[in-house]
């Protein structure tokens, strides 16, 4: 098994004492085969055990290592040292405010999945005696792909206007609201669409699709949020133009 | 929070975007044509004139020059407000105004012929 | 311990040289700026008509300037960018499922790229162009 100096350039940021973050090097010898969450797991372990940063599955499914690696939005235990030569430059992701370290302030995106309505919310509730509620395979696969998330913000790093407009719901949360929409069980769109085809809704997208590009399970948020533009269009019209409809 | 009543401006946008995606083309290759000295028959005096003559032929182009400016308005709006220009009020009113004058004289041209 | 979270600005205008995908956006994003002034010139042409033969002809020879020309090169190139990537865009704004499966994309887009051609093809007949 070959071994490799590695050169690792981390963005560090120390809230009790830093006015602001600075990069800092560190060279350790690592396995060719080690993901960069490796490279940081051994700093930790044998150089600098203040290092900070998020992890825990190790196996891109708990979506908490997201970092900018290189520039670019990835899971920090996906990303193969093979695969970044030279310095490899890591930082905390984009567009979200430093804790400490890599560590990032999450609490804005939490807030904006919540105010979505992430769950289902049936459209006859039924009693645990009535069964369950079925659906046909046809039926799953309309949304199976948006249940992929899983919540990592990469998208949101990745999204320049969410950088631009703080504010915008963001490619994740809209997609889940999305993935509920189109599932034959729910009835909770009219609920969702106060929020998703509202002022800081669907609406600040500009079809970057750089969300998509990003998305280490190969989600399409960028899809799901034009289908959510369509559909909130032809609500608009049919309820403006075309009154009589109403129920 | 209240339903945005983004949809007046997307809904020509998305289809002034797939308009100009189809046509906008071969309209410039039949004027590019022109510009070259080949004029196409269609493209001569008595050939515009005998487009534009039938109200089908005014339909058309109208459609094509109103949705083809309300397209570009509203993404150089967007564009506008990517390179850093906050104002979004202010550059939203001046784009949209133009596209609706840009159509309202089309159809006052169509008008004359 | 104490808190103080560090955002870091974000570039109100440099940030989309930050990785190619964000430049390939913003090129797509200004054809908008050579569709428009393009159909500005269409419009001219047409008030032109109305005008009489005379005001038409005036026209027809501005078009021949080399400024012309090169000006419909840039557009032809800019809006056959915007005509790819609107395509290329379309079946994840429209995708279409069919029982358990979903059409692929490509088939999707292409059924846009045969329609873009016939119809350009159709347009550039009925024009008397060849």
Redesign the interface.
């Given at each position: 098994m070959s071994e490799r100096q590695v050169e690792l350039e981390v963005l560090r940021y120390n809230p009790e004492t830093d006015s602001e973050p600075r990069f800092q090097r560190y060279s350790v010898s690592c396995r060719e085969e080690w993901v960069v969450l490796d490279a940081l797991n051994h700093v930790k372990e044998t150089v600098d055990p203040t290092l900070s940063y998020r992890w825990s599955c190790h196996m891109a499914v708990c979506g908490s290592c997201g970092m900018m690696i290189n520039g670019e939005p990835k899971l920090a235990c996906k990303s193969f040292l093979r695969d970044h030569p030279g310095v490899i430059r890591v930082e905390p992701l984009a567009h979200f405010p430093i804790e400490r370290d890599l560590v990032t302030v999450i609490d804005d995106f939490m807030a904006k999945l919540a105010r979505v309505k992430p769950y289902l919310i049936p459209k006859q509730a039924k009693s645990v005696e009535e069964g369950e509620y079925l659906q046909t395979p046809a039926e799953l696969k309309r949304y199976k792909q948006y249940t992929l998330c899983i919540n990592c913000m990469l998208c949101y790093a990745a999204c320049p206007e969410y950088g631009l407009i703080p504010k915008f719901i963001g490619p994740a949360a809209i997609s889940m609201a999305h993935r509920y929409n189109q599932d034959s069980r729910d009835g909770g769109r009219a609920a969702r669409q106060e929020e998703i085809a509202a002022g800081e809704g669907v609406w600040d997208c500009s079809f970057t699709g750089a969300c998509s590009e990003v998305c280490p399970e190969h989600v399409d948020p960028a899809s799901a949020l034009q289908q959510v533009k369509i559909k909130s269009t032809v609500d608009w019209y049919k309820e403006h133009l075309m009154p009589w409809l109403k129920k | 929070?209240?339903?945005?009543?983004?949809?007046?401006v997307?809904?020509p946008f998305?289809a002034g975007?797939?308009i100009?995606?189809?046509?906008?083309?071969?309209?410039?290759?039949?004027?590019?044509?022109?510009?070259?000295?080949v004029?196409?028959?269609?493209?001569t005096?008595d050939?515009?004139?005998a487009f534009?003559g039938h109200w089908l032929g005014k339909a058309l182009?109208f459609g094509v020059?109103a949705l083809?400016?309300w397209?570009?308005?509203?993404?150089?709006r967007?564009?506008c407000?990517?390179?850093?220009v906050?104002k979004d009020v202010f550059v939203a009113t001046v784009v949209y105004i133009a596209a609706v004058a840009?159509a309202v004289?089309?159809l006052i041209?169509?008008a004359?012929? | 311990m104490s808190r103080k979270p560090y955002l870091r600005e974000v570039p109100k205008f440099r940030w989309f040289f930050r990785h190619p995908r964000y430049l390939r956006y913003m090129a797509r994003e200004v054809t908008c700026i050579f569709i428009g002034a393009y159909t500005v010139l269409v419009l001219v042409g047409i008030m032109r008509v109305a005008e009489g033969p005379a005001a038409y002809a005036a026209f027809l020879q501005a078009l021949q300037t080399p400024a012309s020309i090169a000006f419909h090169v840039l557009v032809l190139g800019f809006s056959a960018y915007h005509s790819i990537t609107w395509f290329n865009l379309t079946p994840r704004a429209l995708p279409i499922q069919i029982g358990e499966r979903f059409v692929p994309d490509g088939v999707i887009a292409g059924a846009h790229y045969a329609a873009w051609l016939v119809l350009t093809l159709a347009v550039l007949i009925l024009a008397g162009a060849f």
């Open positions: - | 929070m209240a339903i945005s009543s983004k949809p007046i997307w809904g998305a975007g797939t100009t995606a189809f046509v906008t083309p071969v309209l410039v290759l039949l004027t590019l044509l022109a510009a070259l000295g004029v196409p028959d269609a493209l005096y050939g515009v004139r534009l182009m020059i083809s400016l397209s570009s308005a509203h993404r150089l967007i564009t407000y990517d390179l850093g906050r840009g004289a089309t041209v169509l004359r012929i | -």
